[in-house]
């Protein structure tokens, strides 16, 4: 069924009340706020990189209340063993008598806060590919759906290498976003002084409920993806590999299919935040840094250039044109 007119500014208008509100806790990441909402509207995991205190956990936990669904935090440790995240299975009285019984973990909730992700074990780190792909769990040969909607928001210190175990290419490509936490300028932190108290947590109202979130998410599959916005996204991708783009000379390994997969659904959801029916071009190149940088392997020589994933992108958008000249444009709603 099309979307509505009326349907459309009902979402927009609970996205921009989300927004609002979250931008009331968070102050000074507008643009952070912005792409995580868009995330969790493409119905994509988010990994946020940034120095501690940044208000990385501050956001989740936020959005969590705001949102009003199901959400647990994991500290990632490197005891931190899978079972611990995924759940086990308990010998228990039962009817039948004692047999083993799965007990859900962590892992079984709406909103899952992985805490500093690349601090646990690659054994661990491994147990979270299957959610987030399959959104289910498999223990002991006995496949568990995972509840619905389900993100993980993981969050990882940049800065600190000694006992941490990096998040191999394999689990990188899961999240559809990795985002930057910037640090605050300082009339964001004279704004955070007069405003908030250190160990008191900022009250946050209640705009939307999990069934406004899930028919949010239904309608962003109705955005409409102009076929020549999709042979846009396809040349973006097909750039990041050697040769073919100049850009690509200086990429070791460019991103895979699922990262033309992400940009999609990320244009889709800019879209209906912003009122639209159809994504644009310009959607596709607001999200194509944070689809990308984590996707891309620089070569050798490139990073001791000082270049940066960041800069490859941004050079890439720059050299790939929007339209080929004989393709004909066509942005007809649906």
Do not use: C, W
Not at 242 to 256: L, M, W, Y
Request: aromatic fraction near 4%; hydrophobic fraction near 40%; avoid cysteine.
């Amino acid at each position: 069924m099309p979307l509505s007119e009326q349907d459309l500014q009902s979402h927009v208008e609970a996205i921009d009340q989300l927004r609002k509100t979250l931008n009331g806790v968070l102050f000074g990441q507008e643009n952070l706020i912005e792409l995580t909402i868009t995330g969790l509207l493409a119905r994509g995991h988010i990994l946020l990189e940034g120095l501690p205190g940044l208000g990385k956990t501050e956001l989740v936990t936020s959005l969590s209340k705001a949102l009003q669904i199901e959400t647990k935090r994991i500290q990632f440790t490197p005891d931190l063993l899978p079972g611990d995240i995924t759940g086990n299975p308990v010998l228990q009285e039962t009817e039948k008598g004692r047999e083993f019984v799965f007990q859900p973990g962590p892992l079984f909730a709406n909103l899952v806060l992985a805490d500093e992700i690349n601090r646990a074990s690659p054994k661990t780190q491994s147990a979270l590919l299957e959610a987030m792909q399959e959104r289910r769990v498999t223990v002991l040969g006995e496949a568990h759906p995972l509840p619905n909607p389900f993100f993980v928001l993981a969050t990882q210190n940049p800065i600190e290498l000694e006992g941490t175990y990096p998040l191999p290419e394999a689990q990188l490509d899961r999240f559809l976003f990795k985002l930057e936490v910037p640090r605050n300028n300082a009339q964001t932190l004279e704004r955070i002084v007069n405003h908030r108290e250190l160990g008191i947590e900022p009250k946050v109202e209640a705009v939307m409920d999990a069934k406004t979130l899930s028919d949010i998410m239904k309608s962003v599959r109705e955005i409409y993806l102009p076929g020549v916005v999709a042979n846009y996204i396809a040349r973006l991708v097909d750039g990041t590999h050697t040769d073919q783009s100049e850009v690509a000379q200086r990429i070791r390994f460019g991103a895979s299919p699922r990262a033309a997969l992400s940009m999609a659904s990320a244009a889709k959801a800019r879209a209906l935040m912003a009122g639209r029916i159809n994504a644009s071009f310009e959607d596709v190149d607001a999200i194509a840094i944070p689809v990308l940088q984590h996707r891309i392997i620089l070569e050798y020589q490139a990073r001791i250039d000082g270049t940066t994933n960041t800069l490859i992108i941004e050079e890439l958008i720059e050299e790939i044109p929007h339209q080929d000249i004989d393709t004909p444009i066509s942005l007809k709603e649906k």
